[in-house]
């Protein structure tokens, strides 16, 4: 049969899952979604293991109950604040032998120089998530990834290249497998969030001109800035959609829950004049009666905050990723992209109408029940989707679908090759 692909994403305020099928034509159709509140994560971070996985269990079986299948592997991915990034750069002779002789660039000479560049120090609570090459060096002539296809059998002394790397937590890689394993299935590989994000939303033109993925979250907001085809900076800012809730329930003197209905019912960042009068109810709580407030008034209270958010971002990119000019697109994905006017908001602190929402393409026509026909293409299943498009390649080894009761076997992570270097990924966008 075709094969199956169980994109995880594991978020503090949700839990998504998207299943895609691999057709007798080799594309990918989303047969399966599902979405349940969070609990036990905080920041991107799993705090308690056994709220998690009841959380995960009921999104994995709702989806696998849409798609009507028994999934085996799941791909998940991982972010917040147990992630960071850095820059390397490695140099080699092409020549092994050390003569500094002229050769052609072969793949061991590349895998010599992806060595050198992960030679680095790494914090002793990090293992390397992903590392991803920037720009190849030949002689001193540059081979940047759209020109990638030249590199091989090309004549030089010496290689260099430049990388991005991704480091993740060893205890928070850990307890997402602890979870997954717990509940009889088996990893199929980790992914960076926002690298997930970009693969479902961000088309190769954006990629090469310079954009930046935001990922609004209900802990953290990260952000992944790519230039050249490739990643040059990635940060998580320890700021997301809770805090909006929380300005709400302080400034309105209700309880955090009472408030996280509201912002989601009728919270808006960006409101026209012919807006300004509508009221919201706030519910009763107590001994208090329902009160009425504007939607001007709720609006103040979102935007202030969002705006501090979009304003620390653009800081941390202008100062850290070396980006100088924008010629591409902001893309904004994650739950805090479904919100009323967080495009114009984004706009507004950018200065440029290049922001939009991060939509996946279209994989198939399917009914999502309450959560709309055709969901997955939200915003908010961009990184669910992402894993399924970037891991397309491992559908074709896919065993048959049925729960594995070995706790123990782990599929090959298809962002493998150089170094967990995100070599499908990279594929997928065409070189």
């Not at 994560?41 to 995960?56: K, L, M, P, T, Y």
């Not at 269990?57 to 147990?82: P, T």
């Not at 010496?158 to 602890?178: F, P």
């Not at 979870?179 to 969030?193: A, C, N, S, V």
Request: hydrophobic share 40%; charged share 25%.
């Amino acid at each position: 049969m075709s094969g199956i692909i169980v994109g995880l994403d594991i978020g503090s305020a949700f839990i998504r899952v998207a299943i895609g099928e691999l057709d007798f034509d080799n594309n990918i159709r989303i047969i399966g979604v599902a979405k349940s509140p969070s609990k036990g994560v905080n920041n991107g971070v799993i705090i308690n293991s056994s709220a998690v996985e009841a959380c995960v269990k009921e999104a994995l079986g709702a989806a696998e109950q849409m798609a009507g299948v028994d999934v085996s592997y799941v791909y998940v991915s991982i972010g917040g604040s147990q992630v960071s990034s850095i820059n390397s750069s490695g140099q080699i002779g092409i020549d092994p032998s050390s003569r500094n002789r002229r050769m052609d660039v072969g793949e061991n000479a590349k895998k010599r120089a992806i060595d050198a560049a992960e030679a680095i120090n790494y914090p002793l609570e990090k293992q390397k998530l992903h590392t991803i090459p920037r720009e190849w060096i030949v002689d001193g002539i540059s081979y940047k990834n759209e020109h990638i296809k030249d590199l091989i059998g090309t004549e030089g002394v010496r290689l260099e290249v430049k990388v991005h790397i991704v480091m993740a937590s060893i205890t928070a890689c850990k307890k997402i497998d602890d979870t997954i394993m717990h509940l009889g299935y088996q990893r199929g590989g980790r992914t960076l969030k926002t690298l997930a994000a970009a693969v479902a939303t961000l088309p190769r033109e954006d990629m090469e001109l310079g954009s930046i993925l935001i990922d609004l979250g209900g802990g953290t907001t990260d952000v992944m800035v790519i230039y050249d085809s490739a990643p040059v900076y990635t940060v998580s800012i320890p700021v997301g959609g809770w805090y909006v809730t929380n300005d709400i329930a302080q400034v309105k003197g209700i309880p955090f829950d009472v408030a996280e209905d509201i912002k989601i019912k009728y919270g808006c960042c960006w409101i026209d004049e012919s807006e300004e009068d509508e009221t919201v109810t706030i519910p009763g709580v107590g001994s208090r009666p329902p009160e009425e407030t504007s939607r001007f008034e709720l609006c103040q209270i979102i935007q202030s905050r969002m705006d501090e958010i979009f304003s620390m971002i653009k800081d941390s990119v202008r100062k850290h990723s070396g980006l100088t000019s924008l010629n591409g697109s902001i893309v904004l994905t994650g739950g805090g992209a479904l919100m009323y006017g967080i495009v114009e908001l984004a706009q507004s602190v950018w200065r440029t109408t290049a922001v939009r929402k991060g939509e996946a393409p279209n994989l198939g026509d399917l009914d999502c029940g309450p959560l709309g026909r055709n969901a997955y293409r939200q915003p908010d299943f961009a990184t669910a989707v992402g894993l399924v498009l970037a891991n397309k390649s491992g559908a074709e080894a896919e065993k048959p679908s049925k729960k594995s009761n070995s706790r123990h076997e782990d599929k090959k992570d298809v962002f493998g090759g150089l170094k967990n270097g995100a070599k499908s990924f990279w594929k997928k966008m065409g070189f």
